[in-house]
Antibody, heavy 116, light 108 residues
Framework: VRLEQSGAEVKMPGESVKISCQAS????????IGWVRQMPGKGLEWMGS????????KYNPSFEGQVTISVDKSTETVYLEWSGLKASDSAMYFC??????????WGRGTPVTVSS | SYELTQPPSVSVSPGQTATIACSGD??????GYWYQQKPGEAPVLVIY???KRPSTISERFSGSSSGTTLTLTISGVEAEDDADYYC???????????FGGGTKLIVL
């Protein structure tokens, strides 16, 4: 049972990026998966979550409209996407599953760096 | 969104008991969760639904909820417990979630 995240991204301001979180070892469509941001030296922030079974998506109001969470059931992968990155988007991004408890299984994180 | 307050740091000697508090007006109405995060690693769930412990977590970890405060208690603290700890509150649908600011547990 694991969540495998895509590798580090280095982008320029204004660029787009889509990072991924591929699940394995459990029934993918039955568990919510969320994204959590951690800026350098700071705490955890919930960005939003998606239910792969029906693509129902819930966003933290602080992030709604800034990012898009999506799912591909055929590859058991959840995505987090930006269309216009800012320097302030530089952070570590974790995906995590709701199982026995909320966020009971985590990916190892994807660092995103936005710099000119 | 929920506002959750944690102390920035808690210090404890090995073998003693550490308590970390998480306060917020919504605590009485929702279940609380606790996560341990060590430097350079992903967080790990240590307590869910206020007081339940995943099977992989040491019995030294326990949780409780009273009034507007969630409490994480670590008995017989060991050097390996030195980490950041975050509380999380969520509504029943999971549509509304918020983490506390985090507490650094310092094992002296």
């Amino acid at each position: 049972v694991r969540l495998e995240q895509s590798g580090a991204e280095v982008k320029m301001p204004g660029e787009s990026v889509k990072i991924s979180c591929q699940a394995s070892g459990y029934r993918f469509t039955s568990y919510w998966i969320g994204w959590v941001r951690q800026m350098p030296g700071k705490g955890l922030e919930w960005m939003g979550s998606i239910y792969p079974g029906d693509s129902d998506t819930k966003y933290n109001p602080s992030f709604e409209g800034q990012v898009t969470i999506s799912v591909d059931k055929s590859t058991e992968t959840v995505y987090l996407e930006w269309s216009g990155l800012k320097a302030s988007d530089s952070a570590m991004y974790f995906c995590a599953r709701d199982g026995e408890g909320l966020f009971d299984l985590w990916g190892r994180g994807t660092p995103v760096t936005v710099s000119s | 969104s929920y506002e959750l307050t944690q102390p920035p740091s808690v210090s404890v000697s090995p073998g003693q008991t550490a308590t970390i508090a998480c306060s917020g007006d919504a605590v009485p109405r929702q279940f609380g969760y606790w996560y341990q995060q060590k430097p350079g690693e992903a967080p790990v769930l240590v307590i869910y639904a206020d007081s339940k412990r995943p099977s992989t977590i040491s019995e030294r970890f326990s949780g409780s909820s009273s009034g507007t405060t969630l409490t994480l208690t670590i008995s017989g603290v060991e050097a390996e417990d030195d980490a950041d700890y975050y509380c999380l509150l969520a509504d029943d649908s999971g549509a509304k979630r918020a983490f506390g600011g985090g507490t650094k547990l310092i094992v002296l």
